[in-house]
């Protein structure tokens, strides 16, 4: 079982920018890929960017441009800078360390237009 603690969510006005951080174990952390996912209401989470062991980055065309994904080995976390907000963007954003099962709980990004 892995556990992971996002934070950093809010509500903003679009054009707006909000950091997302995540959390998790040491050991975890160092040896494996970490990827933030997002569910809005009605859709099913979609992938929005990860992060490799090495820090290789990838994105979804959809925030490509707008979001920066990093991760601070010193510290075991991950971050998510958002930039350039879009009502589009709100939803419920989790954490995950990529092959394991579980989720965190999630932190609420909402924008308003």
């Known amino acids: 079982q892995v556990q992971v603690v996002e934070s950093g969510g809010g509500l903003v006005q679009a054009g707006g920018s909000l950091r997302l951080s995540c959390a998790t174990s040491g050991s975890i952390f160092s040896r494996n890929a970490i990827a933030w996912y997002r569910q809005a209401p009605g859709k099913q989470r979609e992938l929005v960017a990860h992060?490799?062991?090495?820090?290789?980055?990838n994105y979804a065309d959809s925030v490509k441009g707008r979001f920066t994904i990093s991760r601070d080995n010193a510290k075991n976390t991950v971050y998510l800078q958002m930039n350039s907000l879009k009502p589009e963007d709100t939803a419920v954003y989790y954490c995950?360390?990529?092959?394991?099962?579980?989720w965190g709980q999630g932190t609420q990004v909402t924008v308003s237009s």
């Open positions: 992060v490799t062991n090495g820090g290789t980055t």
């Open positions: 995950k360390v990529l092959g394991y099962s579980s």
